[in-house]
């Protein structure tokens, strides 16, 4: 094997016509197929890890994640034949778990793949004209089921698991909706299509038994267990335009070749033809996913729409609208969000929604971002960068920069880094791009449109043309390796022309076929071409002539290079081979191996090369070249490679095919070292910018500097305006504050004193009525204490008197049992005696004894007997003195032995009536006490009551009282006054005397009307004096009531002093 290893590093690109395209492995990293291989990249990082396709795949039709995300499923086809090839999520890195390729069953391609729930089946549908649908035990490897879903060649574009049932899938495909379920080894159809058939493009199960369907008219479906529940028809905002991408392409001279709309894959192009052209107008769903809160749809070109569930109802409205931003890099801003949305899919924590698009992009957008708009559409962001949409046309490298320039037919030219693998500048033109040639400055590039060959300037943040040539369709291009000249092919013709002045020096004509590649010697001395006449020359600068040549017609070349001492060609063509040319003839051919070379390239070192092919894939050789098969061959792209170089420093190996992808390669020998030229200096971090875009930009930082100094001033007058303004606002208001303090404090103290008078009025007319209440209640309080301590004297002799009768009681008991004990002895004497008799009338023993003393003596023997007796079973009762049950038992025994029945019954026959007795008296003593309890409670009861009511009257007549107090005032007041006009009148009459004469008889009427005053005075005085009497009279009648006393003991004034002071005031 060749001791080249070649790593894969990154790609920029994406195969969006593989099924299911994009979805997540975790809530970071996400997985998309690009050019052979399915990429894991992670969002967060921007790091890139690579499952690569079979070995002689020949691409990849259709991917599918286990619900668990463990296992990775990818259906390709292998050397012609379909294969599933079934991967290990898990480990790292991902393992091939299981190889499906060996079937029974006629099968072209699987072009919709689906896991079950738990992961143990795996479902999978053919193309036309089989369309079969496959039920697996994929770890065993065992067919479960298998049915034909369509006999009419229809295409068939999804298939589905139920989320929660392994028997329950879906198949979706033009004018079917099928549901099926796997019971008893087979696949059965469980709904019926009713309606005219629609062409199904996408579903999702949005419940166990809800499924959402979109077809090409713009119509949504929702089904539940197979029937129509809802529909609803997504309405077309603006109108749509043609797309001319896909065209353009399909016309254009390129070597990719789509898929016919006979070909069994169900591609994007073949749905979309499947259209009716009448509708193209109408959004077409390509896409649905399902979420918590409802689904996602695409609606048309550039147009996402999200759908919720109504609440309490079974349908969806649409709540929120996501589009595809227009591009300000494109020829045609106004189409470039045109492209339709193929696949879409949330996040595990559905916190990003990502879609891939027909122009093979990536979009992702924050949900939380469509809550915010609230009406306007929302918008995606590229999830990486700008991605080539078609086939990529010319590549190129420099050596100051880490950058790659390449040119596409989607009319795009873009410059990435390979060293921060980011994209630096992306600019669109109005016509296809070529070819591409990087100055090795990395200043410059110059590129081979359809109409023009063009020298731009890579400025700072734009692609700019400075010179164009009129070369039509320029396929190749390129600088030297100085960088002074530059060579494009026109036909047959090669145009070298130099930077400096910018002129054509030489045209290099020869070729009588199209020229396909050039390349330079290492000293720019020479040049190689190579074309599809099968020839290659060497031609000479100087000279402008060819100095070695080499035909065969046979073969077709793609592509020439040089080895660094310039002495060796290496050429690759049509011919399946490898040729060594030196010195105008063929050293040696190094077969293929039933694959065509498309490109080769030769490391600055010469020590290895690397080969692109048709199908796709790297080979890397070690030079001098083996004569065996000796090369390590890579998965790299999902069609012909067109483009490949190494980098100045032979570290990086960059690829470019007809898929649309760019990969960047590590390049190591077998035992890992990397091949590396030692570099003089670092990579330039100088970038141009123009004159006049200098001018403006400073023009523009002038007039910037210069607002900015305005605004700066105008600011601080505004500020100090302000300032000035706040201060004489703050000052007002600091001396308005104060003065509102001041009136405030002033206010407050006026108040708070007159507040404080008042309430100390009021207080003093609350201490007079408490006083009053207080020596009131201490009068009626004393009575009642003098009763209740009666009453408590009482209890006392009624407690001692209990105490009494208790000892009484004791004494009764003790008296008691002394009876009860002297009647049992005499009751047992009784007994004895009446057992004499029995004695005595036996035939032997008594007939001698008559006398008294004789019974007296038998009566003792026998009551010493008992006594014995009863001692004997004591003593023995006391050996159980340690064993008190048995004790016990044996003391009962003596009780029952010895005790009569008729002793006990009337002891107790004594004590109840005892008991009796004493319960009587206790309850007679309990009634007298609660009788005097309620007397008491019902006698405080009387003179509250009697109390309250005499205080009402109090306050009643001391009403009055101030009433006449007031009345008496003022009518001494009217006194005052009228004796005071007396007074007035005696001055005044000797003058009225001694005026004139007619006065006189106003003196004679005027006593006499004053005699009728002060009758009419006296008479009032006299009634006030006798009301003032009465009044004198009740007081003192109810003084007299007992515990009514005048208020705080005020005594009210003499009416015998009034009086001599009314009289005085009077006379």
């Known amino acids: 094997m060749s001791a080249v290893v070649a790593q894969t590093l990154h790609v920029f690109g994406l195969r969006s016509h593989v099924a299911n395209n994009i979805f997540y492995f975790d809530e970071q990293i996400i997985i998309f197929p690009s050019g052979n291989h399915c990429v894991k990249y992670n969002v967060d990082q921007k790091w ?37 090839t079934i991967y290990e999520l898990s480990s790292i890195p991902c393992r091939k778990r299981k190889v499906l390729n060996n079937f029974d069953f006629q099968v072209q391609k699987f072009i919709s793949m689906a896991f079950s729930p738990d992961s143990k089946y795996l479902l999978a549908q053919t193309s036309p004209p089989e369309s079969n649908l496959v039920y697996w035990l994929w770890e065993k490897q065992k067919v479960m089921a298998i049915v034909r879903i369509d006999t009419q060649n229809n295409p068939v574009y999804q298939v589905s698991f139920s989320p929660q049932d392994n028997t329950q899938v879906c198949v979706t495909g033009n004018g079917m909706f099928k549901l099926l379920r796997f019971t008893e080894g087979t696949l059965k159809q469980t709904n019926f299509q009713r ?14 038994d809800k499924i959402v369907v979109g077809t090409d008219t713009g119509k949504l479906f929702l ?10 028809s997504i309405m077309v905002k603006e109108p749509t335009h043609d797309s001319k991408s896909l065209d353009v392409i399909q016309e254009s001279e390129s070597l990719i070749e789509f898929p016919p709309i006979s070909s069994p894959l169900p591609s994007y192009e073949q749905m979309v033809a499947t259209s009716s052209h009448s509708q193209l107008a109408m959004p077409q769903v390509f896409a649905i996913a399902a979420y918590s809160k409802g689904f996602a749809c695409s609606a048309g070109p550039g147009r996402v729409l999200l759908f919720e569930k109504m609440e309490e109802k079974d349908f969806y409205r649409e709540s929120r609208e996501i589009r595809i931003p227009v591009d300000p890099q494109s020829n045609d801003p106004s189409q470039s969000d045109k492209q339709d949305v193929l696949c879409l899919c949330f996040s595990p924590s559905e916190e990003t929604l990502v879609a891939s698009t027909s122009k093979n992009q990536l979009y992702s957008i924050t949900m939380s971002l469509t809550e915010i708009s609230k009406g306007e559409p929302a918008h995606f962001e590229y999830l990486m960068y700008p991605l080539h949409s078609a086939p990529i046309t010319g590549l190129a490298t420099c050596i100051r920069k880490p950058l790659i320039a390449t040119c596409s037919l989607d009319r795009s030219i873009r410059i990435w880094n390979y060293e921060t693998n980011t994209l630096e500048l992306f600019k669109e033109y109005q016509e296809e791009a070529y070819s591409i040639s990087l100055h090795p400055s990395g200043h410059f590039i110059v590129v081979g449109f359809a109409d023009k060959l063009r020298l731009m300037n890579l400025l700072i943040d734009d692609i700019r043309s400075f010179k164009e040539y009129s070369v039509r369709g320029c396929r190749e291009c390129s600088f030297s390796n100085g960088g002074h000249l530059f060579a494009a092919v026109s036909g047959n013709v090669i145009h070298v022309y130099t930077t400096t002045n910018l002129e054509n020096i030489s045209s290099l004509k020869g070729h009588t076929g199209k020229i396909r590649s050039i390349v330079w010697n290492a000293d720019d001395s020479k040049l190689i071409s190579g074309g599809t006449d099968g020839a290659v020359y060497e031609w000479n600068l100087s000279t402008g002539k060819r100095e070695t040549e080499c035909v065969l017609k046979s073969c077709s070349y793609n592509c020439v290079t040089v080895s660094p001492d310039a002495k060796i060609i290496f050429a690759v063509g049509s011919d399946h081979t490898l040729k060594e040319i030196a010195d105008s003839s063929i050293l040696r051919e190094i077969s293929a191996f039933d694959v065509t070379y498309t490109t080769i390239v030769i490391s600055h070192s010469g020590r290895m090369m ?7 894939t790297i080979r890397a050789m070690k030079y001098p070249l083996p004569l065996q098969k000796e ?37 190591f020998d077998k035992d890992g070292r990397g091949i590396k030229r030692e570099r003089e200096v670092g990579f330039a971090e100088e970038v141009l910018v123009t004159k006049t875009d200098m001018e403006e930009k400073a023009q523009v930082m002038l007039e910037l500097k210069t607002r900015v100094e305005e605004l700066k001033m105008e600011n601080e007058y505004q500020l100090r305006l302000k300032d000035m303004n706040y201060s004489e606002k703050i000052k007002e208001l600091t001396d308005k504050f104060i003065q509102e303090m001041e009136s405030l404090k002033t206010k407050n103290q006026e108040k708070r004193i007159y507040d404080l008078k008042k309430k100390n009025q009021e207080l003093g007319k609350f201490k007079f009525v408490l006083d009053y209440k207080i020596k009131e209640l201490k009068k009626q309080i004393e009575p009642r204490e003098n009763e209740i301590r009666v009453m408590k004297e009482q209890i006392q002799e009624m407690e001692a008197e209990l105490e009494n009768f208790h000892k009484q009681n004791t004494q009764l008991e003790l008296n008691i049992t002394e009876l009860w004990q002297k009647l049992r002895a005499t009751d047992q004497e009784m007994r004895r005696e009446r057992q004499k008799p029995c004695l005595l009338s036996g035939p032997c023993r008594f007939t001698s004894l008559n006398s008294s003393e ?214």
């Open 195 to 208: 309606g005219e058939p629609q062409n199904y493009l996408a579903h999702t199960w949005v419940a166990d």
């Open 48 to 84: 890139q890890k690579f499952i690569p396709g079979s070995d002689k795949s020949q691409g990849m039709l259709a991917l599918s994640i286990s619900p668990n995300r463990r296992y990775l499923a990818i259906s390709e086809t292998v050397q012609e034949k379909p294969a599933i």
């Open 223 to 232: 089904f539940e267990s197979g029937d129509q529940r809802w529909e609803t």
């Open 610 to 616: 690397f080969v692109g092919t048709s199908v796709g």
């Open 854 to 1067: 004789t019974i007296k003596s038998l009566w003792e023997r026998d009551l010493e007997a008992l006594v014995k007796r009863f001692k004997t079973d004591l003593h023995n009762c006391v050996a159980y003195i340690q064993e008190p049950r048995l004790l016990k038992e044996k003391i009962r025994g003596l009780f029952e032995k010895y005790v009569q029945r008729a002793d006990m019954v009337e002891i107790a026959g004594l004590n109840t009536d005892l008991q009796q007795e004493y319960a009587r008296q206790r309850e007679h003593l309990e009634r007298n006490l609660a009788t005097l309890k309620k007397k008491v409670v019902k006698e405080s009861e009387l003179h509250r009551t009697d109390y309250v009511r005499i205080m009402q009257e109090n306050v009643s007549l001391i009403k009055e009282i101030n009433e006449l107090r007031r009345e008496l005032k003022f009518t001494r007041s009217q006194v005052y006054d009228l004796e005071a006009a007396l007074k007035l009148t005696k001055k005044v009459r000797p003058q009225e005397v001694s005026e004139t004469e007619p006065s006189r008889d106003m003196l004679s009427t005027a006593p006499t009307a004053r005699l009728n005053e002060q009758e009419e005075t006296g008479r009032i005085i006299e009634m006030q004096r006798l009301e003032i009497q009465r009044l004198r009279d009740q007081i003192q009648e109810q003084e007299q009531i007992t515990g009514f006393h005048t208020l705080a003991g005020v005594r009210l004034p003499s009416l015998s002093n009034s009086e001599v002071d009314l009289e005085v005031k009077t006379n």
């Open 631 to 667: 090369f390590n061959e890579y998965q790299a792209h999902a069609g012909p490679i067109t483009k490949m170089l190494l980098t100045f420093d032979d570290q990086f190996l960059l690829t470019a095919a007809e898929d649309g992808c760019l990969f960047t390669w590590k390049v």
